[in-house]
């Protein structure tokens, strides 16, 4: 089992900035990704920015530059910056691990962007 806390989130205005962070425990494997999914209102859960233990890196389109991940391997730890941010980043955001045969989600912490 691979346990993820989440901390971070919040609520901001447009054009902010808030910083969510992963705390991965546990059966920590190598050759891991770790990485941010968010379920807006009504929406369904999407891939918001990945990052693999090697380093490689995937992002949606709609943050690609405005949102930066990165991780400690040493700490099992992830960090999602998000700048400018927009009404439409609101939701829920997920942290997800996973290696080649597991799958592990955090509880999810929320983000509202006001207008």
């Known amino acids: 089992q691979v346990q993820l806390v989440e901390s971070g989130g919040g609520w901001v205005q447009a054009g902010g900035s808030l910083r969510l962070s992963c705390a991965a425990s546990?059966?920590?494997?190598?050759?891991?990704?770790m990485g941010w999914y968010r379920q807006g209102p009504r929406k369904q859960r999407e891939l918001v920015a990945i990052m693999s233990s090697g380093g490689n890196t995937n992002y949606a389109d709609s943050v690609r530059g405005r949102f930066t991940i990165s991780r400690d391997n040493a700490k099992n730890t992830m960090s999602l910056q998000m700048n400018s941010l927009k009404p439409e980043d609101t939701g829920v955001y997920y942290c997800?691990?996973?290696?080649?045969?597991?799958?592990?989600w955090g509880q999810g912490t929320q983000v509202t962007v006001s207008s």
């Open positions: 546990g059966s920590i494997s190598r050759g891991n990704s």
């Open positions: 997800n691990w996973r290696d080649m045969t597991r799958v592990f």
